[in-house]
């Protein structure tokens, strides 16, 4: 088969086409023909840090996280999938897992789950990793009905799902970003625009928290931007961070009783815990999508073979709007 190798790791190491033994389908695996696989900014990290990172697989190293596509071969054990469905995941590119910018991935089936019905495979192979990251930060900080919710990064990739995801669960949203594009795109999903470039985080808490502060923040930004989500968080009230590489003063989360959630969804790749919750979250987003509740939104360049590296360079110097994609 056909694959994308990283021969070395570093911000600009090439991508460089190569030929590799077809995978075999083992115990519990499904053989995936990719059709097409996302970007995330994990992905970016490993290819410029590559050893500096624990997850980061060995080279020669074929990237690719997300995917989808159609089964072509079935291992033992494996039940609820047949050859010729659609499906899509999040199931290599870490570690010794294979990535999926190749033309196929051996997937373990715990990780997969039957395409949403509704979206050609580019736009499924979007939803995966930012989908089960939204799902498991929300859900894991009780967002319910009626709640007041804040997605700081509403328009990137991880927010913009977010924001979906919580007003299918009943809250009120709003969110952060900046500029008119981002405020535009944040109105559309039903959330209340804030640009953080203008608006203090007091300004906002009074006017879309009545000043105390929201039930949960949803923190796509995290790193520094996790003092904003303490400050815009209320009493007793929860934020759930995907960025929490980062030495900082608990003491505003301690006297306001907050609760903390490190959301770091490679674990169940990295660490073999816990596989099948994927699957199942991937199912649940699946029916949120073909019921109309849940899209993901796809930036409108297109990328292929040939311009793996140019797809990178897009998402790394911010000029992606939604997630950027690699049909195969």
């Not at 079935?74 to 010729?84: E, H, K, P, Q, S």
């Not at 990793?129 to 929300?138: D, K, M, P, R, S």
Request: aromatic share 6%; charged share 20%; glycine share 12%.
């Amino acid at each position: 088969m056909k694959a994308m190798v990283l021969n070395s790791f570093g911000p600009n190491a090439p991508f460089e086409l190569a030929e590799m033994p077809d995978p075999v389908a083992t115990s519990g695996h499904v053989v995936v023909k990719v059709a097409a696989t996302s970007v995330n900014n994990v992905d970016t990290m490993i290819r410029s840090m590559g050893g500096d990172l624990p997850l980061s697989p060995r080279l020669p190293a074929v990237l690719g996280m997300d995917f989808a596509g159609t089964v072509v071969a079935i291992g033992d054990g494996v039940t609820g999938f047949a050859i010729g469905d659609e499906v899509y995941g999040c199931a290599g590119g870490l570690m010794d897992l294979p990535g999926s910018l190749a033309e196929y991935i051996n997937a373990d089936a715990r990780l997969i789950a039957r395409k949403p019905k509704t979206l050609s495979m580019r736009e499924a192979a979007a939803l995966p990793l930012v989908g089960i990251t939204a799902y498991e930060g929300l859900t894991r900080a009780g967002v319910g009905e009626g709640q007041n919710v804040l997605v700081q990064g509403g328009a990137g990739g991880v927010g913009h799902i977010a924001i979906q995801i919580a007003r299918h669960l009943g809250a009120k949203v709003s969110a952060t970003g900046r500029g008119p594009d981002q405020m535009a795109l944040i109105e559309e999903l039903g959330a209340r625009p804030v640009d953080f470039t203008t608006q203090k985080v007091e300004d906002y808490v009074a006017e879309h928290a009545d000043g105390v502060g929201f039930d949960v923040v949803f923190d796509s930004v995290g790193g520094p931007n996790m003092t904003n989500s303490f400050e815009a968080a209320r009493l007793s009230g929860h934020v759930a961070s995907t960025v929490a590489m980062v030495e900082i003063d608990l003491t505003p989360a301690h006297f306001k009783g907050l609760s903390l959630h490190v959301v770091f969804m490679l674990i169940p790749m990295m660490h073999d815990v816990g596989r099948q919750t994927h699957g199942d979250i991937l199912r649940s987003l699946a029916d949120l999508v073909d019921s109309g509740r849940l899209k993901p939104i796809v930036d409108e360049q297109k990328f292929g073979w040939d311009n793996v590296d140019a797809a990178y360079t897009h998402l790394t110097h911010g000029g992606a709007v939604g997630k950027v994609v690699v049909e195969l």
